[in-house]
């Protein structure tokens, strides 16, 4: 396959790339339930989605979602993994939240920064929740609209060096998003995350 029918080249010829309609997105789930919840709605999307029964740690991909708070605290849930894994990534997840939204990131918006290692390189910060450890409501809509945000960044945004996000982002990883702490309902959560998928990148 070459650049020229809308699939990557190679890393080293990234700037000359043609980027693709979406990423590939790897929903992950260490628990059965949220598992078939991402199972029940995969073939209900267009693209290249698929399930990875795991830690998203194990798959390989160039960006991870954290699904964090909107001050960019990393002490809970996945968030803590992700702290562990990758020394620093709090710190520039906070940095970020306050250099670009004045230490607030609103639920809708997400930030992109470095994980300090060669993969996944990003981290993607979405937050489900305005305040650490907070319990989502029933009839929330915040997966959706974090899942929204991480497909428009991935689509519209650009890096602190001007490289645009989908051009070194072949892959996402994406864990619950407020299945944990939130309290969102396994079903709950990958209805939202799909109805995000289809108004970004649109549906079969």
């Not at 995969?42 to 740690?57: E, K």
């Amino acid at each position: 396959m070459t650049a020229e029918s809308g699939t990557h080249a190679t890393r080293a010829g990234a700037e000359d790339r043609v980027s693709p309609h979406s990423p590939s997105l790897v929903l992950c789930a260490i628990d059965e339930p949220l598992a078939n919840a991402w199972q029940g709605v995969v073939d209900s999307v267009d693209g290249a989605v698929r399930v990875h029964h795991g830690s998203v740690l194990d798959v390989v991909a160039d960006a991870i979602v954290s699904p964090a708070n909107s001050y960019g605290w990393m002490r809970g849930g996945i968030d803590a993994v992700y702290a562990r894994a990758f020394p620093g990534v709090e710190q520039n997840v906070r940095s970020a939240v306050l250099a670009l939204h004045g230490g607030e990131l609103p639920i809708g918006e997400a930030v992109v920064v470095p994980t300090g290692e060669p993969a996944p390189a990003w981290l993607i910060s979405a937050p489900t929740m305005r305040e650490p450890g907070e319990r989502l409501p029933e009839d929330t809509v915040h997966p959706y609209l974090a899942a929204r945000a991480v497909f428009l960044r991935w689509r519209d945004g650009k890096l602190d060096h001007g490289v645009e996000l989908r051009r070194v982002v072949d892959t996402i990883a994406m864990p619950g998003l407020g299945t944990g702490v939130g309290g969102v309902s396994p079903e709950t959560c990958a209805r939202q995350v799909a109805a995000a998928w289809a108004e970004v990148f649109g549906r079969r």
